[in-house]
């Protein structure tokens, strides 16, 4: 690493303005501004940014719940993580990733000293900031992210390769433990779920099961390439009984949050199979740990984040292996559309939203 | 196998009686009874109980508590699991225990059929019954188990050898993942518990953590090795972030059945550390999912009997290497004191109590 | 169990002959004899061969090499084990499997008690009897195995579910560890070789690479799947680090039993990478340890049988999700061609010969 | 980081000379020399070094043997790996480490950028630097590592903080795999076969069994806790079947770089088991892959370095658990005693030998 003290910029578009998606105030809502281009530091890249999806947690921002008031910011500050873009300037002490390369974001930024990160779980670093919550994010033009956390890609259309991200947290939790010739269940068929399914049919399963409420999920979950979708009110478990020789899941990826689809994935996971927990719950959930958990011998798998960088080599790989996430994505929208895609996202009548900062209001 | 088409005892007191702790109805108690002694079938040998010592389940039977009058029997039935004795007769179709070995039993009798016995999880056998619950135990003079669940030992004293069932759960438990050169929090201080701190010290663990709200239980654990035994009621959390430079615990087992204690022991465990859950919870815990296991990674095994039989082999290899049981056994009893035994099992004021079934009453 | 005296038969042929291949002599050759149909002990099941396909210790065997010599028999008896029917008769303990399923057979008979039987590696235990080799075998119109040995499959062609056993080798081989998102060179493209280029890529394989030095053989990889074949004698390591941006493969299954393969696979596998040897060597190998395992740290599988019961599972699974063999089956013969399918098979001119001896020739 | 454009010396020797050992030319020997002290660079740090234990590997360097012909340098460069000492000074970019704070040096210099340090496998980094191979080495009274190289220790003496190195490569080639309750096998007494004694037995091996020729290390075996030594002319294989009951050991660290030693171990592994291979062959092995590793179905690990950091915080928690290794230390010297020291190793007449950089010539 050079030692050159000030950042050195290969070729940007510095010292002018952008439009980026701001978070003004500690109250509800949110507002496109003229904002400076940030500036990168000495091992950061400025990025352009050519799509930027909606997370469930940047719903969260703009309306201001109880997880946004003690987690973000303080505003104001610009939100959004999930992105893909091109570097257009670097700092004097990047060496790996050269401008005009695209780059996805890890957005989980570590400290790489902890216990944590010493030890092969970076995903859980004791001091993490993540993108567009602690640090300024990605509903903008252009963002700065150290280059540790770019991933380069080559190949993948942008509004897939901001998907990259979300898709990780599907093949983490799907591969903690081997898939090939396993039944699955997944739980809940928002964004995460249903690019779970593809991954774990990509991965071999011998079967995956899935279950939601809304009939548009559902639907996807379908062209997805789910074997079977229940509706989660009907007799889950024993359908699924029923669909496994009597024996239950192999596997059973919580992304609901939901505590009812928790437990219906409990009392359908075989003896000895492996639940993996991704969807946040937002109220404590009583579980029945003697007959849910233990007598059955399970193993429960709390996923946060991606393996760094394992995750993100599987992932790509998946991609490269044509594992198709278009399905999901339903609509394309300019920054200035954000309320509108904030209130699809809460309506559950959207499957994946890419905003495109690039692009004029139509 | 031979095909002989009844029993061919090699030796033995058949025909005669012998004292039994009988549950003889569906309430509450349990008497000392005549009773024939059993004739081993095919494959069954008959032992000659030298000890069986008393688990907290016998006491839930004896109490005819819920979860008795569920699962229990039917009544009349001898009951008692944890034993050592020798063999004095076997069925035709034995072949592998001779007359005169001395055995231990593992309780869980399995079908060796279903998907799980067929995929190394016969600890969870979907035909699971289990000694002493659903076929009559070994709270008697005599029992009878088939010749497949008998751990044949040598070198080891009967009280101890009968208690290589429940050190197989503290075996188990400990070993779902490695443990040298690890920290480890064990929350509860019962028999199983302070087994547990034994198997951890002997397997390496940098350092092991005992809580209990027992007086006499913590004085055990001191006994067992603990390097740190606390008061549950005091500032658990801190002072075990304080011992582990901040970083938290690697490995929780949660030996109490409370949901305090397993909420400690969430707080304490480090990110991406492990939680194993054996303590039987009678009621629902209440888990903020999201914040206790999600967001922190971790891995929670339900772990329930043994595994058949890496457990045993590893067991009695413990023990062969010196692991010492023995502070944990505060009471020799002969079969007529069972009542007492009992209350001693349910006031707490007990470690391990060891029944002597040959012994008359003093 | 029952304890019935005497084989009970459901319904048979018994009392009288079939057509079965007879190694006769301790020599070169063998023949087709009318012999008597076996009768079911108290625990076997009588089967009704429709198929059974040729492996290469079956060409060993007729041929009388050195590892026939020190292995087989003695003769006379039935060779021949890969094989697939339906049962017409069982014994009086027989109770899982009924008269007229399907069945295809593990072919490793084991003893359950040994160590290795009883810590969840029974495919090698150690008092091993393997069908068509240390006990008469398939290659006839009825054959005799343990019902403990019998694999039930429901909707499969009999010429398939005969591979399953040496599917299931490839199984094994792939799934020692995680397959998806990595990549792959199959060093071998005989039977077992073919089909696991067609596991990898069920299992989500990023990239097969596969390499042989036979062109039919190396057609027949292209046709399961294989993203690359490579001729064996050609830059296959520098091709692969070139195909893996200089990494070299993930995983390694070398398959050909070839000093030349196995030194590729190392040369070619990346740092921290991992190898399965399947394939069998007829004479030792000479390997730098330091430079090709130490230095690199891999980790080097021995693999042998299959994995008792998980890998018949995963393989069924993995033909219910439409894993296509029927590429690799070039020859379907009567038992009166026996000669020809093993000159074929010593020939390399075949992929998999299925013999069907049912049928009269033709 | 700070961005700081020339190193800030916190406190130092600089600008004086120190004493150390030169290899000065590209043939045998070295010298002692007095050379300028090394300044570090702005994530580096100045090490006083208190204790550098000698190597194998440094007596290949001194012998310029063809190994060092080809890794070694170029001459002329301080050689000596490691080591225990106190920073003395830090670059401007350091955060972690404070002068005065006592570390060991992680001797492989990685990049943390390629295909492997970003899979969790650092320790076969594709672009791997050796310090006191590479790099100025240890053997010294100052050196300079990269801040991220330095293992801060307290409570050990130099002498054992310095022993951390090797000793991690003990514990990473023992704790490959569960260790407790095991039976193993060390094939070779050199100091790291000596510490992994120590390593198997604190982490609850059932038996440690070690071989070697030479009596004086045979001795330092039985010191270091193995149950049973044998020299490895007898029948070593027989005896040890005979001390598992028939089964062989479940675990083979190979130790010794000896193809006789090897071969011993794959014979005495019982079936299903492990072998770690850590000692460098000079030249290769020839083995029976079918009788020896496949028809055994072992696995067999490369062993390189250590895991960064898991072995790291594993060895630490080993030595404050009490893990002894002062009796494998067999002399402490001055560095001008280097060439008494480089014979004892060469002639195997020693344990660990430590030279002391502080301590004038007695």
Chains 1, 2, 3, 4 share one sequence.
Not at 49 to 54: K, L, N, R
Not at 175 to 201: D, H, N, R, W, Y
Not at 260 to 274: I, K, P, S
């Amino acid at each position: 690493m050079t030692t050159e003290p000030a950042a050195v910029i290969d070729a940007a578009p510095l010292g002018t303005t952008m439009r980026a998606l701001v978070k003004e105030t500690a109250a509800p809502g949110a507002a496109v501004r003229e904002v400076p281009i940030p500036e990168p530091g000495p091992t950061e890249l400025l990025v352009r940014i050519e799509a930027a999806s909606v997370c469930g947690t940047d719903v969260h921002i703009e309306r201001w719940d109880p997880w946004a008031q003690e987690n973000f910011g303080p505003p104001p500050m610009i939100f959004g993580h999930e992105m893909a873009g091109t570097v257009v300037a670097r700092g004097p002490g990047v060496t790996r990733i050269a401008v005009g390369e695209t780059v996805a974001a890890e957005t989980h930024f570590v400290d790489w000293t902890c216990y944590q990160c010493r030890t092969g779980r970076a995903h859980v670093c004791q001091n993490m900031r993540i993108l567009g919550v602690h640090v300024p994010g990605t509903f903008a033009q252009y963002t700065v992210i150290p280059e540790v956390n770019a991933w380069a890609y080559e190949g993948i259309a942008p509004e897939i390769a901001a998907l990259q991200e979300p898709l990780g947290n599907a093949v983490f939790a799907a591969f903690v433990e081997e898939v090939a010739g396993q039944t699955a269940m997944v739980t809940g068929c928002g964004p995460i779920g249903l690019m779970s399914i593809a991954v774990l049919k990509k991965a071999g399963a011998r079967a995956v099961f899935a279950t939601d409420l809304n009939p548009e999920r559902m639907a996807m979950a379908e062209r997805m390439g789910a074997d079977l979708v229940l509706d989660a009110r009907d007799d889950v478990v024993g359908r699924l009984r029923q669909e496994t020789d009597g024996n239950g899941v192999d596997i059973v990826l919580e992304m609901s949050g939901s505590s009812d689809a928790l437990h219906q994935g409990l009392a359908a996971v075989t003896n000895g199979g492996r639940v993996s927990l991704l969807g946040t719950h937002s109220v404590p959930a009583t579980i029945d740990l003697s007959q849910e958990v233990i007598f059955k011998a399970i193993r429960i798998y709390g996923i946060t984040g991606r393996r760094l960088w394992d995750t993100w080599y599987r992932t790509t790989a998946l991609l490269e292996e044509g594992l198709d996430l278009t399905p999901i994505i339903t609509h394309r929208l300019p920054l200035a559309d954000y309320a509108h895609a904030f209130d699809l996202v809460a309506s559950g009548h959207a499957g994946k939203i890419v905003l495109l900062p690039q692009e004029e209001q139509l």
